[in-house]
Every structure is written in C-alpha cells, then in structure tokens.
C-alpha cells in the first residue's frame, strides 16, 4: 500500500534526507513504474533528483513535467510534487483510490511523469535547518564583493537566522498597538520607539559608521528562476540571471534533460505564496498571444478555479513587478517558447484571499498592498492558528557589530511562505487533481484501420490509418508547431518475405495530426454553425507489396512515442 511507504510530506516539509528516502521507498516498492535518477549535483553534494512514473519509462511516450522548490525557501512545491507524483502512481498500483473519471485514468496511465520535487536542494536545506533567508542556493560565486553588504547568520547561535531590530529615530517600523512585538509601517500618527529591520546576521566590510540596506540577494545572489536561456539577460538588466544562461548546476541539469526529451507536453512549475495560475505569455498581452494556445488556457483555468478557488492571470498584464519589464530567464517561458510545452506555474498558498484582502486590478499587487490592518489580522491568525510560527517573541541581544539590539520577531518559512501544516494536505489534493487531468490533455497516436486491396499482377496495396484521438495535436500546444525539434509524424515499413514494390515508399512523412480539444470559449458550442474539423486528426501510409510474408509499419515521432504494425500480405 502506498500508505504504508509514506513519510508524511503531506503534513511536514521534507528534509533532504527524508525527500530522498520518500523517492527510495516508492522505488523500491514500485519498481515496475517508478525510477529516480540526479539530473544535477550541487556543490554541496546533493542530487537534485528526478522521479520518472509510468512502465517501461525508456519507452518515448507523451510525458508530463512537475518541478517545485527552486526557490529555496519555498518548500510547498516540495510537498505538492511529491503528491503528484503519488497520486500517478497510485494510477498503476491503487488504480481505485484516485478520484478520477474512468476515461481521465485511462489516459493518464499512459502518460509519464516525470517529478523534480526540489529543484535547489542545498537551499531548501539551508531554510529548513536555520531560517536563512535564501533566494535560491545559499552560494556567492562572484569576485567582487568588497563591498558593505548583509550576511545571514545566526548571530546568537539559537540555531536560527530570524530578524533583527534596531531603535532607531529614522526607522521605518513601529510596534502594533493591537499586536506587541509586531512591526508594521510607521505612520505620522506614531509616537514611537521606532526601528530598523535587518536579517540576523553581521556587515561584511563594514566602515563602523553606515549600515548597508538589506537585500536578499545579498549574499546568495542567484534567482535559478532567472537563469533559463529564454530572453535571458545578465545581472545588471536582471538581478539574480546569473554569470550566464544555465550557469548554475541545478537549471543546467533540468535544460539539459528537457532537451533530450521533446516527450514533454505539459510543465508545472510550484512556487508560494499567492494562490494564482501564472501563464503565458510573460513578456506581451494576451492579445498578441497565439489565440488557440489561450483556448487550451482557459481549460486549465476552468480546473484551476473548480478544484483550488485560484485565479488564473497572464503574467505579462497582471504579475510584473515593474511595469512594461517583463521577467528575463524565467522557467516557464523557457518551457512553454522553446519545450513547446503547456506550461504555467502555481503560487501555492491563498495567503491574501485568508486575509480577507480585496482583489486589486493587477493580482501582483497583493504583495505591496497588505495593510496595518491586514498584517495584524494575520499576526491573531498565526497565535490562533498557526501556533505562533511567523511571529517570535524578540530577545534582547549584544551584537557585535550594532550593539544592543532584539533578534526574532519573523520567522514565515511556515503561514506566510507556505501554508500551515494542517493546511498542507488540502492544498497538496486539489493541486493533484487539477494536474492529473491535464496530463489526460496529451495527444494519443493509434493506429486506426489496416486494408489491403488486391491489385493486377498478384501485389497487395496495404494502407494504415493513424489517428490521434487524444486531446492536443501532436505538436502540443498550437504555438509549437514551429519549434525545429517538434518534427511531424513519419512511417517506416520493412518487408519480411515480401518487398516494396517502390523502395522509396519505405519512409514516408504524414505530417502533424490535430487534437479534437479547442480549449474553451471557441464559440464551438455555439449551434448556428456546424464547428467539425475535417479530419485532420488522421492520415494514411500507402505501400504496394510483392509477394507473401509481413509489412512491419513503425508510425510516429519523437514527441508522441511511436506505435507498429505487423501486416500479413
């Protein structure tokens, strides 16, 4: 039973040790339809390991991506790609535990799943063990750093790498009146004491006089989620792109294995917090979008919003942090640009819809609009509900640096990053839920009819239909039809006592075959028109035999797998 080989990740964030034993066990249990190979090693020693689900997981089929944490702190991704990953499984060894609609299991068992749970394994390590806030890996490759900058440590060896505060008459916080020790936006209405905010931790190339202002990049100045060749731009037009495209081990690991597997169709990409669908296209309106691409969209934000409650936004019109300055070097465009893939990513964690916050006309907007108020509401949520986690009681502390100051105070790794862990389980099912059935959305090539006519002169002329009765066309998404990897269906025919009357005819091109989904709101339904396509989800390959023996016809392409036929002439 797959309870049995659980480790709980739907109620706790895995260490790596315990992400890697969960991998193990499914493996050694499974090992029929499960495999985990590294696709990358970090400098500190860990596998970024991938999971592969389905039999025979050499065998080129349509495939589907999952990838969480890559950004380190965020750990939900973690535990939602584990689950994922389970609920796949449990497809091929509990097939009537997982609460889908027969013709949905049916396809999903024949697609593979390919699961990244931790993209940036030493980061998440680094969080989970102390606190420290981290970007993505908690590395500083970079030879200039002479520079007054921030350091987190854990200054007062508790184990954690929390918040500090400072007095200070030009602070920018003040205690909450309704909530002690919580810091909130200072207004002129405030008395005071007022504070600085600093990371725990000391000033490297500190003049004694100027405090550096904090970043977090400071010192782990890698943003993964910006190092991905697409619309790829260096540091100083985008923080965090790295020394170069793929230069860090962990995004190289996941380009180089999407490269060799033109399978994928569709890409999921876990981040918190939010609770929103992010989509293409990042860097242009929806309006200057391949329209039938959004059609396909909208089906996933049907599910989206049916099973999560999320909304779903383009993240050119409503999720950049500065106008008219779209996101460089990011994973989801690179998978769905240049993989072709239906991809999107989920910011897991409806943080603000909890906090009772309006909706704002662009969602990324949430992030700089949470109020006095709002932060108090969630400072009584984190005592009621939460025990405490966010918001630590301040100790008083002799810095060697500042001087007398209080450290704690903040601590979101668990009720602001990701959700709390009684929340975690709810959140991990309905993510499930909805990517289960966008793997059903994978094409599905058969072989459709085989018939022979008789001809003058004893030969036989064979002729196969192949068809695609799955949902998308071959190609994927529409907008990868032009992408040179995504070649179109071809046949090749061999003779086993018998022979081709014309050699030539022996490979044969077919050309893409369309899906019979369109997405919604296409107008289809819509009864003033008939809406059929012709058929353009099936083609023929025509052979002229001489001779009695077998026609071995091996029909596909590299992004659907291949099906055969052996033909008796």
Not at 261 to 266: C, D, N, R, S, V
Not at 432 to 443: E, G, K, Q, T
């Amino acid at each position: 039973m797959l309870a049995d080989v659980s480790l709980g990740f739907r109620h706790a964030y895995l260490d790596h040790e315990r992400l890697t034993a969960q991998l193990r066990a499914w493996c050694d249990a499974y090992p029929d339809v499960c495999r985990m190979t590294s696709i990358a090693r970090t400098p500190e020693g860990r596998d970024v390991w991938l999971l592969t689900i389905g039999p025979e997981p050499d065998r080129i089929r349509p495939a589907v991506w999952v990838d969480g944490n890559m950004h380190a702190a965020e750990l939900a991704g973690s535990s939602v790609s584990l689950a994922i990953a389970e609920d796949a499984l449990r497809l091929h060894v509990e097939p009537d535990g997982v609460d889908l609609p027969p013709a949905f299991a049916e396809r999903v068992r024949e697609v593979l799943f390919y699961v990244v749970p931790r993209v940036s394994p030493d980061g998440a390590e680094a969080v989970l063990r102390n606190g420290r806030v981290v970007r993505s890996v908690p590395r500083d490759l970079r030879p200039n750093r002479g520079q007054p900058r921030w350091l987190g440590s854990d200054v007062d060896g508790d184990g954690l790498a929390l918040a500090m505060r400072v007095v200070d008459p030009t602070g920018e916080f003040v205690d909450a009146p309704e909530f002690p020790g919580l810091l909130v936006e200072r207004t002129l209405e405030d008395a005071g004491p007022f504070y600085k905010l600093y990371p725990e931790g000391t000033i490297e190339n500190w003049s004694g006089r100027a405090i550096p202002s904090p970043n977090f990049l400071a010192d782990n100045p890698i943003d993964l989620n910006r190092n991905f060749p697409y619309s790829w731009a260096p540091t100083h037009e985008q923080p965090g792109a790295g020394a170069f495209p793929t230069s860090e081990p962990e995004a190289r690991g996941i380009a180089e294995f999407a490269t060799a597997h033109p399978e994928i169709i569709a890409w999921l990409n876990l981040h918190t917090f939010g609770g929103v669908l992010i989509r293409p296209p990042g860097d242009r309106p929806d309006a200057k979008m391949n329209q039938e691409d959004l059609a396909i969209y909208r089906q996933v934000e049907h599910w989206m919003t049916d099973h999560t409650g999320y909304p779903t936004v383009n993240g050119y019109d409503e999720f950049l942090y500065e106008p008219d300055k779209p996101l460089r070097g990011d994973l989801s465009e690179y998978a769905y640009h240049q993989r072709g893939a239906l991809a999107y990513v989920v910011e897991l964690w409806d943080l603000f819809r909890r906090l009772g916050m309006e909706r704002p006309k662009k969602f990324v907007e949430y992030y700089e609009r949470v109020s006095r108020a709002d932060l108090v509401k969630l400072a009584w949520w984190d005592r009621d509900e939460n025990e405490g986690r966010s918001f630590p009681p301040w100790r008083p502390f002799a810095h060697p640096q500042l001087g007398e100051i209080e450290i704690g105070g903040i601590d979101p790794r668990v009720g602001i990053w990701n959700p709390p862990l009684h929340e975690l389980a709810a959140v991990c099912a309905t993510q499930a839920a909805v990517y289960l059935r966008v793997a059903a959305l994978v094409p599905r090539v058969r072989i459709g009819a085989v018939e022979r006519h008789v001809l003058p002169g004893g030969m036989v002329r064979v002729e196969v239909r192949i068809d695609n009765d799955g949902y998308l066309g071959t190609y994927g998404v529409p907008s990868a039809r032009s992408l040179d990897f995504n070649e179109p269906l071809y046949a090749t025919a061999t003779c086993d006592g018998c022979e081709l009357a014309d050699p030539g005819a022996a490979h044969q091109t077919l050309g893409h075959l369309e899906g019979w989904g369109r997405g919604l709101h296409t107008g289809i339904n819509l009864p003033s028109y008939i809406g059929a396509r012709g058929t353009t989800g099936s083609a023929w390959a025509s052979y002229v035999v001489r001779g009695n023996g077998t026609l071995e016809v091996r029909i596909g392409a590299c992004r659907v797998g291949f099906v055969t036929a052996s033909i008796a002439v």
